[in-house]
């Protein structure tokens, strides 16, 4: 049942791109926009941010590899937050200034994360009927 196929495309593919965007997003933080309506961002705060949602995405693939696949994808949820969280980009006033290729980094990552969160839902829909593996 657990497509770790199509859980290896998404996983590394949404790794790849918040190590792009997220190292963007920390060299250059300079660059991007403040004073949105969200939490106040500090370049510290984008490193620590990407570490602590990859353990959780680490953590979520390791579980559905192991064959538990509704608390790894629960992890893998929580993980799809690092691309997702890149649309508080948008609340930022003069976003608009920025070049056209940081705005395709942020689109996909927020894309990545859309895929990953579609892929945790789907996966624990597909185990309806199937009682949850023991830890045993």
Do not use: K
Not at 5 to 11: G, K, Q
Not at 80 to 109: C, F, K, Q
């Amino acid at each position: 049942m657990p497509n770790l196929r199509l859980l290896n495309i998404v996983f590394f593919t949404a790794v790849a791109s918040s190590i792009g965007h997220y190292t963007d997003n920390y060299l250059a933080f300079d660059r991007y926009p403040q004073g949105g309506s969200g939490p106040d961002i500090s370049a510290d705060s984008i490193w620590i941010a990407w570490v602590v949602f990859t353990a959780f995405g680490v953590a979520g693939y390791l579980l559905y590899r192991r064959g538990d696949i509704r608390q790894g994808s629960a992890l893998l949820a929580v993980y799809s937050m690092s691309g997702l969280i890149s649309l508080g980009h948008y609340t930022a006033p003069g976003m608009s200034e920025l070049a056209w290729w940081r705005h395709v980094n942020i689109w996909v990552d927020i894309l990545c994360g859309v895929a990953v969160l579609a892929f945790a839902i789907w996966s624990v829909q597909q185990t309806r009927g199937i009682a949850p593996r023991s830890l045993a």
